[in-house]
């Protein structure tokens, strides 16, 4: 029997229990579950295809892939992308989990994924009995390694961190696994979710020309509507890319049973038309992000990255990451549960992330306000 890791948030129990003393409550910052309403236009779209009597097509509605390419041309810069190179999915975390075993990797086959990364790159590679390997260079690898690696993950903008790979770096990555044989595969969940200097600006793709070279072969990007649009509830997400590979992705699905419903995926193509929606529920996140930054660095802590997404990646003043520990980060998640709050530790993401705690914007207007207000209360941290 295959036996995974315990599921790193059950590990919190501790902490939410002494963010719960608090007098005031909780505020809770950890997971970065949308918490605001689903838009009524997607809502009314689901509604509308609820006479759903027959089975949903794996492969994805005409309608949907349409709104996908669209999209991508729209928001992503990504022109002449073939609607048969699209698939739905249940949800970007069922796409990432089972990606290595759909690809039909092993024993031997290695998966790279970020240093600083959301653990399932790592479990999906478990699941398909291959090896993961943690690595922002494939050129960092030593050479037998290296020759093994057969899927690399890309994450930008990234979770944990918040930090978005320019266009450059993107292509550095796709030439050196082209070099070995190996697919890439974009997580860009957060895309459309850019700050500071990419706030209004398109965040680069995996399938954009200035990286691919006009090029789709071995190469997919992953995205979710949870996100953008507050249908975490809904299962709502798609790939895209090489023809072929999502082709034989289709297939594998078909026999799989990996099928998105027809109600979903109904209103998944008219959340992907409308961009009204999303710019309100980003100036949500806006409004929530700017009260958190400044009232965690007027208490003493210092935000890194955190150029697009919906976290603030966060450490105290004074302790360079190099120096850090898997203690600072529970040491400083503690900090935060005597105020009320809880937070994500770093040390989930791996050795990347210690001295870090992850803060969500994704709580409500009021448990954001009394979250700054504590922090701003307390002041910089001393001793």
């Given at each position: 029997m295959l036996t995974l890791p315990d599921y790193p948030w059950d590990t919190l129990t501790?902490?939410?229990?002494?963010?719960?003393a608090h007098p005031d409550g909780v505020a809770d910052l950890s997971i970065g579950t949308p918490v605001d309403p689903t838009p009524d236009l997607i809502r009314r779209a689901l509604t509308e295809a609820a006479d759903a009597h027959g089975y949903p097509t794996t492969h994805g509605t005409d309608a949907l892939r349409r709104a996908v390419v669209d999209w991508y041309a729209r928001r992503r810069g990504v022109s002449g992308l073939d609607p048969a190179a699209v698939v739905p999915t249940v949800g970007s975390k069922e796409f990432i989990a089972w990606l290595p075993t759909l690809l039909g990797l092993g024993a031997g086959d290695v998966v790279v994924h970020p240093e600083a990364a959301y653990p399932t790159y790592a479990v999906?590679?478990?699941l398909a009995g291959a090896e993961a390997v943690a690595a922002d260079d494939l050129d960092a690898l030593a050479p037998e390694v290296r020759e093994r690696v057969r899927l690399v993950w890309t994450n930008s903008p990234a979770n944990p961190t918040g930090a978005v790979l320019d266009a450059a770096a993107l292509r550095r990555t796709v030439d050196a696994a082209r070099a070995v044989g190996a697919v890439v595969c974009g997580d860009e969940c957060y895309a459309e979710l850019g700050w500071d200097a990419w706030d209004g600006a398109v965040v680069p793709c995996i399938l954009s020309d200035e990286v691919s070279g006009g090029d789709l072969t071995g190469l997919l990007s992953v995205y979710s509507l949870s996100k953008q649009s507050n249908l975490a509830g809904y299962r709502a997400a798609f790939a895209a890319g090489?023809?072929?590979l999502v082709a034989t992705l289709v297939n594998t699905r078909k026999h799989a049973g990996m099928i998105v419903p027809a109600p979903v995926q109904h209103a998944m193509a008219v959340a992907l038309a409308d961009d009204a929606h999303v710019a309100e529920q980003k100036d949500r996140y806006?409004?929530?992000?700017?009260?958190?930054?400044?009232?965690?660095?007027?208490?003493?802590?210092t935000v890194d990255h955190s150029e697009a997404g919906?976290?603030?990646?966060?450490?105290?003043?004074?302790?360079d990451p190099a120096d850090a520990t898997?203690?600072?980060s529970w040491d400083l998640l503690g900090e935060l549960a005597d105020l009320g709050i809880i937070a994500g530790p770093g040390v989930f993401y791996g050795a990347g992330g210690e001295?870090?705690?992850?803060?969500a914007i994704t709580a409500t207007d009021e448990a954001v306000a009394r979250a700054a207000a504590r922090l701003t209360a307390r002041g910089p941290r001393t001793g």
């Open positions: 501790p902490y939410r229990e002494r963010a719960a999906g590679a478990l090489d023809p072929q806006r409004r929530r992000r700017d009260a958190l930054r400044t009232a965690l660095e007027a208490s003493g802590h919906l976290y603030l990646w966060t450490r105290r003043t004074g302790l898997a203690q600072d001295g870090y705690v992850r803060v």
